[in-house]
């Protein structure tokens, strides 16, 4: 199972990036995938999921209105808009059957990708 995150960078205030996570190994018809997100001596934060029961999407209250996720294929987007300088962290997806907003229950992983949101 391999899911490999990309998309990162820096942008100012306000700003936009598309993060993509491209999922392989495993039944993308049958796992939930997530986006969860770390800053430095914090713990990490999931922010949003996509179900693939029904395509049913969940947000974070702190991104509501400005984060949204998509899945094509395999490959799932965050479309993250209004960018805040809170926002800057490394972001991850990851991937399990279930759907939680409770990212110690993903099992699969894939690695970061920073986001820096400049003042």
């Known amino acids: 199972v391999q899911l490999q995150a990309s998309g990162g960078g820096l942008v100012q205030a306000g700003g936009s990036l598309r993060l993509s996570c491209s999922v392989s190994g495993l039944s993308f018809s049958s796992h939930t995938v997530a986006w969860v997100r770390q800053t430095p001596g914090a713990e990490r934060e999931l922010i949003s999921f996509i179900s693939w029961r029904d395509r049913f999407k969940y947000y974070v209250d702190s991104v509501k209105g400005r984060f949204t996720i998509s899945r094509d294929g395999a490959t799932v987007y965050l479309q993250m808009d209004s960018l805040k300088p809170e926002d800057t962290a490394v972001y991850y997806c990851?991937?399990?059957?279930?759907?939680?907003?409770?990212?110690?229950?993903?099992?699969?992983w894939g690695e970061g990708t920073q986001v820096t949101v400049s003042s």
């Open positions: 990851a991937a399990q059957t279930c759907d939680s907003s409770d990212w110690k229950t993903y099992r699969y």
